[in-house]
């Protein structure tokens, strides 16, 4: 796979460490605390983000923000410690503790990273 994508250091930084907020709200900023309120989209009018991850094939919606906010929300982050890696089982998955809402997301996750996997493949092997 590609490097990220939506690296939010590389985007709406100067030094690599502090976020520039007049440059996240020109990206539409959906890290958790960022204001939507602040929101102007200059730097995305007009246009969808090219980007697919497992999401709709024609882009993400620029109306809903930038991509890169939302596999940082607490949420994501929350279930990503569960994740299998080339089908290898987690043992964290084998306790009979782990919520249901966790084994949903981490399934769906999975579901669309494998998909946003298999996309970049034939998008660059034909």
């Known amino acids: 796979m590609p490097a ?3 690296d939010c250091r590389a985007l709406c930084t100067v030094d690599q460490e502090t976020l520039l ?6 990206r539409n900023c959906t890290l958790p605390g960022f204001d939507r309120r602040l929101w102007t ?4 009018r007009g246009a969808s983000w090219k980007v697919y991850q497992g999401g709709p094939r024609h882009g993400e919606p620029v109306e809903e923000g930038c991509p890169g906010g939302w596999y940082r929300t607490r949420f994501a982050q929350s279930f990503r410690r569960y994740r299998r890696r080339e089908g290898i089982q987690n043992p964290k998955l ?3 503790d782990v919520p249901d809402l966790i084994l ?3 399934e769906y996750y999975e579901a669309c990273e494998a998909e946003a996997r ?3 493949t034939r998008a660059t092997l034909g």
């Open 21 to 26: 907020r007049d440059v996240q709200a020109t």
């Open 104 to 106: 949903d997301a981490l």
């Open 4 to 6: 990220e994508q939506w």
């Open 94 to 96: 084998l306790s009979t």
């Open 118 to 120: 298999n996309h970049y």
């Open 41 to 44: 989209g200059e730097s995305c």
